[in-house]
C-alpha cells in the first residue's frame, strides 16, 4: 500500500503540473468556443488576453512527481487507515492546485470546487471521514449559504464584486471536511494569514491593493481539514 500511494501520488503530482501549465490556454478555448456559440457570425476580439493570461511557470516533472510521492509517503506512513491516508492526499492536493490558480489570475475553477466537494461528500458517504453524512450536509449548507449571501451582500454595498462566485464554491467544498462549528475559526484563520501578509508586505515597503482570498481560505481549510480528519474525538 506505501508503494501504491507514492506512485498514486507521484501521478497526481504530474497531474496538478498539467493543470497548472495549461490552464490559461484551456480558459481561452473555452471563452472563445463559448463566444462563438452565441455569435457564430462575428470574430472573437480578444485574442489580446493571451498575453495577460500566461502560463504557469512550473518546476520540471519530476520535481511534481517526487513532491506528490512524497507527501502521499508521509500520509501513508503516519496514518494507519491506507483509505483516509489517501483522502488526506487528495484534499492537499486539491487546496494546492486551487491555490496556485488563484494567486496568479484570481481565479478559481468552480469545477475543481465541486470536485473538492464530492470528495468530502462521498468519503462521508463510505464512511471514510469522521464525519457523518448528516454533518457533513449540514455543514456545507451553512458553509455555502453563507458566502453565498455575502457575496450578493457585498456586491450590493461596495456596487462590484468584493468576493468572487468561486469564493462561495470553495467554500462548500471546504466545508464538507470541516464541521460546521469550526467554520468561523477557519474564517477567522484565513483572514488572519492574510492581514498578516499585508503586514509583511507593509513592512518591506511594499504596497497590496488587492489580494486573492483563495490561498489563505485554502491555508486554513487544510489545518481545519486535516485536524477534523486525523482527530475526530475533538468534533465531540
Known sequence: ??????????????????????????????IQQSYQEIFPQMPPHFYALQATLSPIKCGHFFTYFFSGG????????????????????IYCCLLYS????????????????RLLLSLGLLSAWYQISPLSLDAVMTSVSIGFTSFYGLYYLSKWYYQYEALGRGDYWLMG??????????????VLVACISGLLYVGV????????????FAPFLCFAGLIMGLWSLLHPTQLA
Open 1 to 30: 500500500m506505501i508503494i501504491f500511494g507514492v506512485l498514486l501520488g507521484g501521478i497526481i503530482g504530474v497531474w496538478i503540473r498539467w493543470y497548472l501549465m495549461t490552464f490559461s490556454a484551456r480558459l481561452m478555448d473555452d
Open 70 to 89: 512524497s507527501v502521499f509517503l508521509l500520509l501513508f506512513l503516519g496514518i494507519d487507515d491506507w483509505q483516509l491516508a489517501l483522502l488526506c492526499g
Open 98 to 113: 486551487i491555490a496556485t490558480v488563484d494567486w496568479h489570475y484570481q481565479l478559481i475553477s468552480p469545477t475543481v470546487c
Open 173 to 186: 467544498g471546504l466545508s464538507s471536511f470541516v464541521a460546521w462549528q469550526y467554520l468561523p475559526l477557519l
Open 201 to 212: 508586505n507593509a513592512i518591506k515597503g511594499r504596497k497590496v491593493t488587492s489580494i486573492p
